[in-house]
């Protein structure tokens, strides 16, 4: 198997289908389709048990994003694994992918890759547009010119025996535990910004709090996993 693409989810029910199947209609490279549900309350894991190759399903007291992409990567098979959120949209997953795993295959340093993000069209504020191209400088400065790794859980790529040699998310983290993971992939080999692997998504989290807030959010658990290697969010409420 090539390529693993893990979807955590919870409370997903109105979007996991198409987020599915935009792979599964449009994705020729040897690929599964992998569910990790952190056991939602509405219809995510039977709506997925119809059209993914593997659902999990978290059975434990708290669960974190970290948690639900680890499971999800314990039954992976691919060589390489793919992380994306519910609401993930990739227009053109065959070139994506190509275009994505390509890095790998040119540069044997490579543990892992991202890309810009952008709000859906159809829903895009001016906010957006300024937050997120504010955002996804930062992501190319980190990656590219200051070589320590940073990324949006929204789309990670790493190959799996780099996933296993820095042992995966952190369960631990709230939030940040995808900065966390590609920063320690940074410090076994490169990690890559690719700025043409563009990805969009329903900015929930944005349009809900404002952007004000969010960004104030980012930043103070930012600086708290970096100077006190834990968050200051004691919780992630799903917002949906």
């Given amino acids: 198997m090539k390529l693993s693409i893990i979807i955590p989810a919870r409370e997903e029910e109105k979007v996991i289908a198409e987020s599915i199947r935009q ?41 974190t994003a970290g948690i639900g992409r680890n499971d999800g990567a314990k039954v992976a098979r691919g060589e390489y694994l793919a992380f994306v959120d519910a609401d993930t949209a990739i227009p053109d ?41 504010f955002f996804n400088f930062m992501l190319w400065f980190q990656n590219s010119i200051l070589r320590k790794g940073e990324a949006s859980g929204k789309f990670i790529l790493v190959s799996r025996k780099a996933f296993d040699a820095v042992g995966g998310f952190r369960e631990d983290l709230v939030t940040r535990e995808d900065g966390d993971f590609f920063y320690r992939l940074s410090r076994i080999g490169r990690t890559v910004f690719d700025p043409s692997l563009m990805i969009y998504h329903g900015a929930r989290r944005a349009h809900a709090l404002g952007w004000a807030r969010l960004w104030y959010i980012w930043t103070i658990n930012a600086i708290a996993v970096s100077l006190f290697n834990k968050t200051v969010a004691d919780d992630w409420t799903p917002i949906r």
Avoid at 24 to 29: A, K, N, Q, V, W
Avoid at 97 to 111: E, G, T
């Fill in 23 to 63: 792979f599964r209609d449009h994705l020729s490279i040897p690929h599964e389709t992998i569910v990790s549900d952190a056991r939602s309350n509405d219809r995510t894991v039977a709506v997925a048990r119809e059209v993914a190759h593997v659902v999990v399903v978290f059975d434990g007291a708290k669960h």
């Fill in 93 to 133: 997953p065959e070139t994506f992918f190509k275009r994505a795993l390509a890095h790998f295959n040119s540069d044997p340093s490579v543990v892992g890759v991202t890309g810009p993000q952008r709000a859906l069209p159809e829903i895009e504020t001016w906010a957006d547009r300024f937050s997120f191209g």
